[in-house]
């Protein structure tokens, strides 16, 4: 499960004595130890009982105009500072059942049910409230090609709560969770690895049950610019998504680009043609994404090819 790291300073810190300490240290977000030893860093903002509280008042007299110039999740975030290429902080709020944002928009927004895992690693604390439950697993990425409905040895650890004050380390490609609603309103505060090559990183959705990758969670633009190049009209979009699909170091975002072009091929066939060069490729993923997608074209073939 996440490491849960022993912390029991009293210190109480600001959060520019956090952020001045991560930017003077050799602090690597890409090494377990440094990660950790970065604890106490958090467990002293943790102790600091009205930081939030002032940091979300300012906020608001400035119409969040902060929160919208830096802050690329849901409402349920609060970007804490986001300056560092290396990591940022925020502040997530984890709603009970019983809360009315829950009752209005469901468990799915804020993750909950979801078991998945994290191309990051983050250090958290519990700030407030009886904090989130999780269903806690491990599996070594390095033994996965990232498939959907590839079967992964996911190892059950144990379930377990993010109360005030406790430190966890989730560690990337190793650390599963699903988590679990609160049993009421809760705040956790994170200090998360920040990569400009994190987008490229695949990050999966699993089937607990059946011990199966049920998706890739991550998406980035690319992909979406990926289908407009490739259906320009006058052919230089598509010149442009046959490097990406050819050349592009990211197998995620090769594959992407061999959907796109079969998407926009004349007819069926053709498009099948284009996944069969996605399927001969040396890369395992590229190769299971491109069977997956010639899968989906032949058994929609009927539906794709009705007379309009």
């Known amino acids: 499960m996440a490491r849960v790291i022993a912390c029991e300073t009293e210190r109480v810190l600001e959060l520019g004595d956090v952020i001045a300490a991560l930017n003077e240290n050799a602090f690597d977000p890409r090494d377990e130890e440094s990660f950790a030893a970065c604890a106490p860093l958090l467990k002293g903002l943790a102790n600091n009982r009205r930081f939030l509280a002032d940091i979300a008042v300012a906020e608001l007299k400035d119409r969040c105009a902060r929160q919208s110039r830096e802050n690329g999740y849901t409402p349920q975030v609060i970007m804490l500072h986001r300056a560092s290429e290396k990591y940022f902080i925020r502040a997530n709020f984890w709603p009970s059942p019983s ?4 009752k209005a928009s469901g468990a799915s927004p804020f993750f909950y049910h979801l078991p998945h ?12 409230g009886p904090g989130y439950w999780s269903d806690y697993y491990e599996y070594d990425r390095d033994a996965v090609i990232g498939v959907p409905g590839e079967k992964v040895d996911l190892r059950f650890i144990g379930r377990a709560r993010l109360e005030e004050g406790k430190i966890m380390l989730y560690r990337a490609g190793r650390d599963v969770h699903d988590q679990l609603p609160a049993d009421a309103m809760s705040v956790s505060i994170n200090i998360m690895e920040a990569s400009s090559d994190l987008p490229f990183v695949n990050q ?8 199966e990758i049920a998706g890739i969670l991550t998406h980035s633009a690319t992909e979406a610019l990926l289908a407009l190049a490739a259906n320009h009209g006058n052919g230089n ?25 079969a998407g926009a091929a ?21 190769a299971g994404l491109s ?9 929609n073939r009927g539906w794709l090819e009705r007379p309009v």
């Open 204 to 211: 999966y959705r699993f089937d607990v049950e059946r011990c």
């Open 99 to 102: 809360d009315a944002i829950f």
């Open 117 to 128: 895992d994290h191309n990051f690693s983050f250090l958290t604390a519990g700030y407030l």
């Open 266 to 286: 004349p007819d069926i066939d053709a498009g099948l043609d284009i996944l069969a060069r996605g399927q001969a490729s040396s890369d395992r993923l590229v």
């Open 237 to 261: 979009g598509r010149d442009l998504v046959e490097s990406f699909a050819a050349d592009h170091p990211c197998a995620r975002i090769r594959f992407a680009a061999l959907r796109e072009l």
């Open 291 to 299: 069977a997956l997608e010639a899968n989906r074209l032949q058994a």
